[in-house]
């Protein structure tokens, strides 16, 4: 079974019904009917409570924040991939963070930001958008 870095950005696509909505929601039935493993940072469900809290009552954010937790798991962050992170060229820490939360845990990294990761993904982890993903398997 093919186990799948969801970054942050594919989830608030979801939750928040953007522009690439649609594309997520193959990967996420995939995830539901356990055809594949998908996992995620706690920094990912920190960030998506605070921002469902604007447009949703406390109820309702724990009740969207159970459903994600259904079907994705939460891998941990440690010192070590902390300061991976830190440590590496993403020019972005936050896309670091993840990247090495899912690094060594998991076989494909989903993204919408792929450029991104394009110089960390040629020998460690596969760097794809959901779409590229779902044609691949």
Do not use: W
């Not at 896309?95 to 020998?123: H, I, R, V």
Request: hydrophobic share 40%; charged share 25%; net charge neutral.
């Amino acid at each position: 079974m093919y186990k799948v870095f969801i970054d942050a950005n594919i989830i608030f696509e979801h939750a928040l019904m953007r522009a690439n909505y649609q594309e997520t929601i193959s990967v996420f039935k995939l995830a539901e009917d356990g055809k594949i493993e998908c996992f995620c940072s706690s920094a990912t469900f920190y960030t998506l409570s605070y921002v469902l809290r604007k447009q949703h009552t406390d109820k309702q954010v724990r009740l969207i924040l159970r459903q994600y937790l259904s079907f994705i798991s939460v891998l941990p962050s440690d010192e070590t991939k902390l300061f991976s992170g830190l440590a590496s060229s993403f020019k972005d820490l936050e896309d670091a963070f993840q990247y090495y939360t899912a690094l060594g845990k998991t076989d494909y990294f989903l993204t919408f930001n792929k450029k991104d990761f394009a110089p960390y993904s040629l020998a460690q982890l596969d760097v794809y958008t959901p779409k590229e993903f779902l044609m691949l398997i």
